[in-house]
Each structure stands twice: as C-alpha cells, then as structure tokens.
C-alpha cells in the first residue's frame, strides 16, 4: 500500500467525537438568517409606517419565536438521531 492509503486508515482509527455538533452548527445557520431578515425587515417598516409599529412588532415576535423554534429543532434532533 502506499503512505498516502495508510496515512488515511490510520486517521480512521483516531478521528473519533460527535457529529451532532457539526449537524448542530449547520442547523443554527438558517435561523440565524432568519432572525436577521426579521428584525432588519421589521426595523424598516416600522421606520416606514410609524402608526403599524404595534401590529408590526407583534407579527416580528411572532416570527422570531416560530424562527426559535427551529434552531431548537436544530439543536435536538441530532442528539435523538445519533
């Protein structure tokens, strides 16, 4: 076998851990994207109809704890999927 072949078999024995955490951090990024566009896209139609600023921020929570509830997702699922 050459170097390269026993160089990899050899990393296969000794790479060990958890790919919930790398799963974990894949999943954080779209709520992440999407509690930015929320609250930015929020931000800016309340500067644009001050008087809908109570009806906007209700809807804008409402998203973000739908959002939330994602990450959350994220978060337990690839500690019940091993």
Known sequence: M???VQT???AEDTVSGSLG???YGLAAI???IGVGLIFGNGV?????QPEMTNVIRT???????LTEA???LGFVVPF???
């Open 44 to 48: 800016q139609a309340m500067a644009r």
């Open 21 to 23: 955490a790398v799963g």
């Open 2 to 4: 050459s170097a390269i």
């Open 59 to 65: 809807n804008m929570f409402i998203g973000f704890a």
């Open 80 to 82: 019940v999927f091993p």
């Open 30 to 32: 779209g709520p992440g």
């Open 8 to 10: 990899v078999l050899a």
């Open 70 to 72: 994602l990450a959350l």
